[in-house]
């Protein structure tokens, strides 16, 4: 069975960190590109992070700072993404997916342009 499964949210207060990971199941991480999103109630979905699995090439918003990193763990086939002084317009709903790496195919960036494999969600909510 072909599934992303995410975990790791919380509640977190402003300024704490938070690591959610990313399991897949029934394929190879690495042979993907992976996508962290989120969504907060009454928001558009937005990109966070992209982290290709041939060469490791990631992607952040600008918005983002430097706040949030992904990393790929291939042996445990997981992705992570850390994220550092969490305020709390960064409450949502994190999702993973997994599409097609442009990296492989030698393209400049590295978020795919569509994805095949989308996670259920986790909730982080950034409040004291």
Do not use: H
Not at 110 to 120: E, F, I, M, R
């Amino acid at each position: 069975q072909v599934q992303l499964v995410e975990s790791g949210g919380g509640l977190v207060q402003p300024g704490g960190s938070l690591t959610l990971s990313c399991a897949a199941s029934g394929f190879t991480l690495a042979n993907y590109a992976i996508g962290w999103f989120r969504q907060a109630p009454g928001k558009e979905r937005e990109g966070v992070a992209c982290f290709s699995g041939s060469d490791g090439s990631t992607w952040y918003p600008y918005s983002l700072g430097s706040r949030f990193t992904v990393s790929g763990d291939n042996a445990r086939n997981t992705m992570s993404l850390k994220m550092n002084n969490l305020k709390p317009e960064d409450t949502a709903i994190y999702y993973c997916a997994a599409g097609p790496d442009p990296r492989r195919r030698g393209a400049g960036v590295v978020c795919p342009g569509q994805y095949n494999y989308w996670g259920q969600g986790t909730q982080v909510t950034v409040s004291s």
